[in-house]
């Protein structure tokens, strides 16, 4: 079965420089969500969206910004990248049915590395 | 404050022990639903499973067990006969009637040794 894509899966960028992360959904998934998992801890969410329109917000800083498109894919756009930055994303998806909607199914997660 | 509490840093087990991972949560909700992910060495999120607040059946999935007690409000999960390939980070998460975002707790990280 078809699984959550995401890429890059790995990512080097230098202090203060920019990145885009992209996540293709399951298809016929209709829900994109992004986690952060730092060194060691638990995944904290960022962002939710659904059916293209940011459905809830979690810890994500002001310099990240993210969007899903009208193929239900999505992309975090990080800028002005900190060393704290560096960090495991994840991105999973859900259907947008009553029960169902409930289960999120994670891509393999980009590593981001901030030097 | 922490919604799922995972005490259990980690645990080392002999392979063929069974082990139980322990998991706490605290809602306010009488609605949500409660999962397990396993974090392999290799990164992913692994799907493990899901279980309704409505549901309080416990569930048997080959070596894997799930005990759901809404009275002390746990959900934990039992490996019998553990074997290497069993060694990975455990995440128990809570999901409220209202809102998107997954709840983990802290993770549990069980080794395997053969």
């Known amino acids: 079965a078809a699984g959550v894509i995401q890429s890059p899966r790995h990512l080097i960028k230098e202090k203060r420089e920019t990145a885009t992360l992209k996540c293709y959904p399951i298809?016929?998934?209709?829900?994109v969500y992004w986690y952060q998992q730092g060194p060691g801890q638990d995944p904290q969410f960022l962002i939710s969206?659904?059916?293209?329109?940011?459905?809830d917000k979690g810890s994500i800083p002001d310099r990240f910004s993210a969007q899903q498109f009208s193929d239900y894919h999505s992309e975090l756009n990080m800028s002005s990248l900190e060393l704290g930055d560096s960090a495991l994303y994840f991105c999973?998806?859900?259907?947008?049915?009553?029960?169902?909607?409930?289960?999120?199914?994670f891509g393999p997660g980009t590593r981001l590395t901030v030097l | 404050a922490q919604k799922v509490t995972q005490a259990q840093t980690e645990i080392s087990v002999v392979e063929k022990e069974d082990v139980t991972l322990d998991c706490v949560y605290e809602?306010?909700?009488?609605?949500?639903?409660l999962f397990w992910y396993k974090q392999p060495p290799s990164g992913e999120l692994v799907f493990l499973i899901r279980?309704?607040?409505?549901?309080?059946q416990n569930e048997i999935s080959g070596r894997y067990s799930w005990n759901f007690q809404k009275s002390t409000s746990s959900f934990n999960f039992t490996i019998t006969a553990s074997q290497v390939v069993d060694s990975a980070v455990y995440f128990c998460?809570?999901?409220?009637?209202?809102?998107?975002?997954?709840?983990f707790g802290t993770g549990t990280s069980l080794t395997v040794i053969p």
């Open positions: 999973a998806s859900s259907k947008g049915l009553a029960g169902a909607r409930d289960t999120q199914y």
């Open positions: 298809p016929r998934h209709d829900t």
């Open positions: 969206f659904y059916e293209k329109m940011q459905s």
């Open positions: 809602t306010r909700d009488t609605t949500y639903y």
């Open positions: 279980r309704n607040s409505f549901d309080e």
């Open positions: 998460a809570l999901r409220e009637r209202v809102g998107n975002q997954f709840y």
